[in-house]
């Protein structure tokens, strides 16, 4: 069946992090902490994504900032390697406001560098290849990031596996520059954890908005990193691929065991709370009630897994400008109401 959105999750989040609405420096309105993270599983929400998107005030951002905390103590912060040409060997200008945020508000950044944008259903590389030059500056913004931040978590790459199925030439391209920056990260900070995300559902040989499994799986790409890879992560949006949460199968993510023994992410995660404007008259789509009985199912087809971390995408509606599949998938609306499955979700943050 086709397609019905064009851009990607992830890409989202690298333009909300990177130029479309840039977050203002997090004021110090509360004493500085240190951010520990203790055992087991951590929780957490991905994009910096206020209320009243794509048009917030100063105070959107500081309802923002100050209810980061909901929903664990992880926030995804993902943006392009570069901010421009003139300073790709820094660090992304998002990247200090995240550990702004760290001191602040007292959450853990899980910083994600991509290497492509969609555009017009197609991915375009954000680096030159066969320019080694540029090559180095990724190395070295990497470094910089690194030794300047010490991040618990840096992955290299979103749902890298899409750019695999375009561009098997690019993909190789990128497992070679991948290798490069992991050493330079892992000599600069030793306890950082790296890796690479991948697209979950992809990754099964699902076909988006079908419910069939008829492309060739992909877990072989998990060996191109071996030796270099600190947690096994992925995106999952199982509505593109099944009608409610109980038509998923109980087995559903213990398959990745029978292909790697570490430790387990999921940085992007979620389940529409509206029915999906692009095909009204399809089984695909989305409620409330859904919603909070995802987050229930979620959690109890992972009970096995050892997991590192789990985030659901987007604080807040990213409003109607969007693709359609992803703008109720959020767990407030755009104007900053809760939506049940808020509690539900909260509920998994209050356990031990």
């Not at 038509?247 to 029978?258: A, K, S, W």
């Not at 995660?269 to 404007?277: K, N, V, Y």
Request: with cysteine; hydrophobic share 40%.
């Amino acid at each position: 069946m086709r397609r019905i959105f064009a851009y990607h999750l992830a890409f989202i989040l690298a333009m909300l992090a990177c130029g479309i609405a840039n977050p203002p420096p997090a004021t110090p309105e509360l004493a500085p902490v240190t951010s520990t993270l203790p055992n087991g599983p951590q929780l957490g929400v991905a994009g910096l994504i206020p209320r009243n998107y794509p048009n917030p005030s100063a105070d959107d951002w500081t309802d923002l900032f100050t209810h980061l905390r909901e929903t664990g103590s992880l926030v995804g912060v993902y943006t392009a390697w570069t901010d421009s040409p003139e300073t790709e060997e820094q660090p992304p200008n998002v990247i200090q406001t995240a550990f702004d945020l760290q001191k602040q508000y007292n959450v853990t950044p899980v910083i994600a560098l991509s290497f492509y944008r969609d555009e017009a259903d197609h991915l375009v590389p954000l680096i030159n290849w066969e320019d080694a030059g540029q090559r180095q500056r990724a190395v070295e913004a990497a470094r910089q990031i690194a030794k300047t931040y010490r991040p618990p978590y840096l992955a290299l790459g979103i749902e890298i596996n899409r750019y695999y199925e375009e561009d098997p030439a690019g993909f190789d391209a990128f497992v070679s520059l991948y290798a490069e920056m992991y050493d330079a990260i892992k000599a600069a900070s030793p306890q950082t954890l790296v890796f690479p995300i991948f697209q979950y559902e992809k990754m099964r040989g699902g076909i988006f908005f079908s419910g069939d499994s008829q492309a060739q799986p992909q877990w072989d790409l998990l060996d191109r990193f071996e030796g270099r890879m600190d947690l096994v992560a992925f995106t999952t949006y199982p509505f593109l691929l099944y009608a409610t949460p109980a038509d998923l199968p109980d087995d559903y993510y213990l398959e990745i065991e029978t292909h790697t023994s570490q430790r387990i992410a999921f940085t992007e995660m979620g389940w529409p709370s509206e029915a999906l404007s692009g095909q009204p008259d399809s089984p695909f789509g989305g409620s409330p009630d859904e919603q909070v009985a995802f987050v229930r199912r979620f959690f109890s087809l992972t009970s096995n897994l050892p997991l590192e971390m789990a985030l659901w995408s987007f604080p807040h509606d990213v409003g109607p400008d969007f693709n359609a599949a992803f703008t109720s998938v959020s767990l407030r609306k755009n104007d900053g109401l809760p939506k049940p499955a808020l509690e539900t979700w909260k509920s998994f943050v209050q356990k031990p």
